[in-house]
Nanobody, 116 residues
Framework: QVQLVESGGGLVQAGGSLRLSCAASGDVFRIRTMGWYRQAPGKQRELVAAIGSGGSTNYADSVKGRFTISRDNAKNTVYLQMNSLKPDDTAVYYC??????????WGQGTQVTVSS
């Protein structure tokens, strides 16, 4: 089993920045991919960014150039640096982890609100 604890959400004005963190504990030796999804009210959950064990990254088109995902393997932690935030970025952000066996684990979610 793996547990994910997120932090760093909050309220920010448009154009501002936030940094989300997600720390994994438990059977962390089985980590393959870590990343972030988000879900806005009335919308489906969508992938924001992901990073593989080797450091390869993937971003949603809507956040490219504004968000940066990084990973500290020694701390089993993934970060999402969000710059130039827009009201459309308002959502609950969920950390996820995919194990080498294909298991998916989710964090509890952290609210990000961007005011105009």
């Amino acid at each position: 089993q793996v547990q994910l604890v997120e932090s760093g959400g909050g309220l920010v004005q448009a154009g501002g920045s936030l940094r989300l963190s997600c720390a994994a504990s438990g059977d962390v030796f089985r980590i393959r991919t870590m990343g972030w999804y988000r879900q806005a009210p009335g919308k489906q959950r969508e992938l924001v960014a992901a990073i593989g064990s080797g450091g390869s990254t993937n971003y949603a088109d809507s956040v490219k150039g504004r968000f940066t995902i990084s990973r500290d393997n020694a701390k089993n932690t993934v970060y999402l640096q969000m710059n130039s935030l827009k009201p459309d970025d308002t959502a609950v952000y969920y950390c996820y982890l995919r194990s080498a066996l294909g298991e998916i684990y989710w964090g509890q979610g952290t609210q990000v609100t961007v005011s105009s």
